[in-house]
């Protein structure tokens, strides 16, 4: 592989390549397990964000992810859009530290040694890029920053996936961030939201406020758990639990206001009785999130693709004002 090339790409999440920013918006590709979906969304200050495509492609009988990236990236123009894409969570590690007292030019490198023993790879394998933790300056351990620990490996193989299919991938990203986009859009958000949202097997809560991300926590309980009646209880339990330790703990340590408020996102199951231990046992309002009374809409979507797309489109949300 020609090492040029590698070096050429970085992996931004924080400082936007998007220079020019077009006006057909943001393209958010997402390379699934079974299928690739492709969201476009334009955002403008002056209204609310506009969906103007939302596209699913099952492998099943087109061939493999890069048969249909290829013929994607031809239809759809996609070398000539601005394209983000999400690895996949197990290809990363969102981790919290303290900021080391040194230059900035100098923080990447003081950090692959505080967090070397904290991932279960070489630190050589591993690209790393921080956000700041907001309102942890005030905190007894000081300055806190997130670092993202990505496997070099997973990285290259997204980038040349989409690269050599014809899609000009400019940011690639995290879920927490997708989610943390979503939550920004919500009125809750300017005092102080959490956001769960349930995958088949597992779960990812944040909690934001005012568009900056101080909490985020997986769960290793998702959906399909809530279906099965012998694990239903427990999982309520689980998600219950963790939710309360993420809202005692952004209280405590981030000296802020409590959370009042819960939102659900959309999910492939029913979390109407989740809604309602959340709210009894928490004292915290529950709302189910549709995306649609904060989106407009120029083509009619699939009726599931809130749930089946939500991270894509939370990748999608992405803007230079607020990354």
Same mark, same amino acid.
């Given at each position: 592989?020609?090492?040029?090339?590698?070096?050429?790409?970085?992996?931004?999440?924080?400082?936007?390549?998007?220079?020019?920013?077009?006006?057909?918006?943001?393209?958010?590709?997402?390379?699934?397990?079974?299928?690739?979906?492709?969201?476009?969304?334009?955002?403008?200050?002056?209204?609310?964000?506009?969906?103007?495509?939302?596209?699913?492609?099952?492998?099943?009988?087109?061939?493999?992810?890069?048969?249909?990236?290829?013929?994607?990236?031809?239809?759809?123009?996609?070398?000539?859009?601005?394209?983000?894409?999400?690895?996949?969570?197990?290809?990363?590690?969102?981790?919290?530290?303290?900021?080391?007292?040194?230059?900035?030019?100098?923080?990447?490198?003081?950090?692959?040694?505080?967090?070397?023993?904290?991932?279960?790879?070489?630190?050589?394998?591993?690209?790393?890029?921080?956000?700041?933790?907001?309102?942890?300056?005030? =905190?007894?351990? +000081?300055?806190?920053?997130? #670092? &993202?620990?990505?496997?070099?490996? !997973?990285? @290259?193989?997204?980038?040349? *996936? $989409? =690269?050599?299919? +014809?899609?000009?991938?400019? #940011? &690639?990203?995290?879920?927490?961030? !997708?989610? @943390?986009?979503?939550?920004? *859009? $919500?009125?809750?958000?300017?005092?102080?939201?959490? #956001?769960?949202?349930?995958?088949?097997?597992?779960?990812?809560?944040?909690?934001?406020?005012?568009?900056?991300?101080?909490?985020?926590?997986?769960?290793?309980?998702?959906?399909?758990?809530?279906?099965?009646?012998?694990?239903?209880?427990?999982?309520?339990?689980?998600?219950?639990?963790?939710?309360?330790?993420?809202?005692?703990?952004?209280?405590?340590?981030?000296?802020?206001?409590?959370?009042?408020?819960?939102?659900?996102?959309?999910?492939?199951?029913?979390?109407?009785?989740?809604?309602?231990?959340?709210?009894?046992?928490?004292?915290?309002?529950?709302?189910?999130?549709?995306?649609?009374?904060?989106?407009?809409?120029?083509?009619?979507?699939?009726?599931?693709?809130?749930?089946?797309?939500?991270?894509?489109?939370?990748?999608?949300?992405?803007?230079?004002?607020?990354?």
């Amino acid at each position: 592989m020609d090492t040029r090339r590698e070096r050429s790409w970085r992996f931004v999440l924080f400082s936007s390549l998007l220079h020019n920013k077009p006006a057909a918006g943001l393209v958010a590709v997402g390379v699934e397990a079974t299928g690739i979906a492709v969201l476009r969304v334009a955002r403008d200050s002056a209204r609310r964000p506009t969906l103007l495509a939302c596209d699913w492609h099952p492998y099943a009988g087109a061939g493999t992810p890069f048969d249909v990236l290829r013929l994607l990236a031809k239809r759809l123009h996609l070398q000539r859009a601005h394209c983000t894409t999400l690895l996949n969570d197990t290809d990363y590690k969102l981790l919290a530290t303290e900021a080391p007292d040194v230059p900035k030019q100098e923080l990447a490198a003081a950090l692959r040694w505080r967090i070397k023993d904290l991932i279960d790879a070489p630190i050589d394998d591993i690209t790393l890029d921080t956000f700041e933790i907001p309102g942890s300056s005030g =905190t007894r351990q +000081g300055r806190q920053v997130y #670092v &993202v620990a990505a496997r070099n490996a !997973a990285l @290259r193989q997204r980038i040349e *996936l $989409l =690269t050599h299919a +014809g899609v000009n991938i400019q #940011v &690639v990203d995290i879920v927490e961030m !997708a989610q @943390r986009n979503i939550a920004a *859009l $919500l009125p809750q958000d300017s005092n102080g939201v959490a #956001v769960l949202s349930l995958q088949s097997e597992g779960g990812l809560v944040t909690l934001t406020r005012r568009g900056e991300l101080y909490l985020s926590r997986n769960l290793s309980v998702g959906w399909e758990h809530f279906t099965d009646a012998a694990q239903r209880a427990s999982a309520m339990d689980q998600v219950v639990l963790e939710i309360q330790r993420s809202l005692d703990y952004y209280e405590s340590h981030f000296r802020q206001a409590p959370i009042r408020h819960v939102v659900l996102a959309p999910t492939h199951g029913d979390t109407t009785t989740l809604g309602e231990q959340l709210h009894i046992n928490l004292g915290v309002e529950v709302t189910q999130l549709d995306l649609s009374e904060f989106v407009d809409v120029d083509t009619h979507p699939p009726d599931d693709w809130q749930a089946r797309h939500f991270f894509t489109f939370g990748a999608a949300l992405r803007e230079e004002a607020t990354v």
